[in-house]
């Protein structure tokens, strides 16, 4: 079945250092992305709407120039936390909207740590 | 570890009819449940969540949903489906200390 995979699935980084986060679908091309945010014992936040060649939109509340998200390809978005704080580590999942089905499918997620 | 199972992917109702959708867990931790909802084009909304207490979770538009442990379930109910209810459902776990495990999803389509 289609697979979307989220790179790293778990990072550690010192503070004021920027990671990248990529999000691949597998097996099918994705127009539409979506990049969540997790605290712990709490539900998704939607961050922002990623899409294949424009940028993206971003919730209220997010900082666009502290979320870098690129959407360059049909079947890769990243998101990078520039300058990462310890106020930054969450668990961040993405999804992917399969162009032709619109069926949508989840990554794994990414914890990230800041330290 | 902690999975979900959402059966159907595909539901069916008239409009105006009972919405049944349904999720079992598994969980080796007492579990804390959620139905999100995702209409097209746009990122999820949470309907509603169980962490502890009161059994029976009412959410948003309408929607309740009955966390049954002797039954591993937590499925997700509306006694009368409205044409914009039409949407893309997924019932997830809280996985371990945080992070969540979700359901594959279904697909809820109201027939006029």
């Known amino acids: 079945g289609a697979v979307v995979s989220q790179h790293p699935s778990w990072v550690i980084c010192k503070s004021g250092t920027s990671v990248k986060i990529e999000c691949r679908s597998l097996?099918?091309?994705?127009?539409?992305m979506f990049w969540y945010r997790q605290f712990p014992k709490q539900s998704l936040m939607l961050m922002a709407t990623?899409?294949?060649?424009?940028?993206?939109?971003?919730e209220q509340g997010v900082e666009k120039d502290k979320f870098l998200i690129n959407h360059a390809s049909l079947t890769l978005s990243t998101l990078t936390v520039t300058s990462a704080h310890p106020e930054d580590s969450s668990f961040y999942i993405c999804?992917?909207?399969?162009?032709?089905?619109?069926?949508?499918?989840f990554g794994e997620g990414s914890r990230l740590t800041v330290l | 570890a902690q999975s979900v199972t959402q059966l159907g992917s595909h539901v069916s109702v008239s409009e105006g009819a009972l919405v049944l959708l349904r999720c079992n867990y598994s969980?080796?931790?007492?579990?804390?449940l959620f139905w999100y909802v995702q209409y097209p084009n746009q990122g999820l909304q949470l309907l509603l969540k169980?962490?502890?207490?009161?059994?029976l979770v009412k959410g948003i538009n309408g929607f309740e949903a009955e966390f049954k442990k002797s039954e591993t379930s937590f499925h997700l109910t509306k006694p009368s489906a409205h044409m914009s209810d039409a949407a893309e459902y997924f019932c997830?776990?809280?996985?371990?200390?945080?992070?969540?495990?979700f359901g594959k999803g279904t697909h809820l389509i109201i027939q006029p």
């Open positions: 999804s992917a909207s399969n162009r032709n089905t619109g069926e949508l499918f």
């Open positions: 997830a776990v809280i996985r371990g200390a945080d992070g969540l495990t």
């Open positions: 969980s080796s931790v007492p579990p804390y």
């Open positions: 990623s899409n294949e060649g424009s940028k993206a939109t971003y």
């Open positions: 097996d099918f091309q994705a127009t539409t």
């Open positions: 169980y962490t502890t207490g009161a059994t």
